[in-house]
């Protein structure tokens, strides 16, 4: 999609997703909201959903949409703990070149994973996001998508 036109989308996005988070301050539902959103309104998001730090350190799955997806991810390995541990977006063009990469379901081209912060900037979790087609996500998606994830923690 061309860069404005993303960008466009992402600014509706914001919008809607402001006017409702002000309904809840529950934490899961604002996820799950922010998360049927972005499933639905962007382009080719064939996978989208949170995973989440439990206390004893593994990544489980939260609430997400698309086929049926791996509920743990192990230690240290693939494209969301790379954004918990860099502590940055991760963009990956072509998951197949990406060492390590956890395949949920081989329909998944490409991939965005991001962290998720509470109001002290503590990581507790990802937002990742595949898609169907090779390339999808580009800085764009990384700088809206850290900007919309300001609007779940309470
Ligand atoms: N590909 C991810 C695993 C989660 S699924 O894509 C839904 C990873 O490598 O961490």
Redesign the pocket.
């Known amino acids: 999609m061309e860069r404005n036109k993303k960008q466009e989308r992402y600014q509706r996005l914001y919008d809607q997703v402001e006017g409702l988070m002000a309904k809840s301050k529950n934490e899961l539902s604002r996820m799950a909201t922010v998360n049927a959103l972005l499933h639905h309104k962007m382009k080719d998001f064939f996978?989208t959903?949170f995973?989440l730090l439990q206390k004893d350190g593994r990544l489980c799955v939260g609430p997400y949409q698309g086929p049926v997806?791996?509920q743990e991810?192990a230690k240290n390995?693939?494209?969301?703990?790379a954004a918990i541990n860099d502590q940055r977006p991760v963009i990956v063009g072509d998951?197949n070149q990406?060492p390590?990469?956890?395949?949920?379901?081989s329909r998944?081209k490409s991939?965005i994973?991001l962290p998720v912060r509470d109001r002290s900037g503590n990581i507790f979790g990802v937002l990742?996001i595949?898609s169907n087609v090779y390339a999808n996500f580009d800085d764009t998606d990384a700088s809206e998508l850290t900007k919309l994830l300001t609007l779940i923690t309470v």
Do not use: P, Q
Request: aromatic residues 16%; glycine residues 12%.
């Open positions: 996978w959903g995973y997806a791996c991810l390995t693939g494209v969301c703990w998951v990406f390590g990469h956890i395949t949920c379901d998944s991939e994973a990742d595949d």
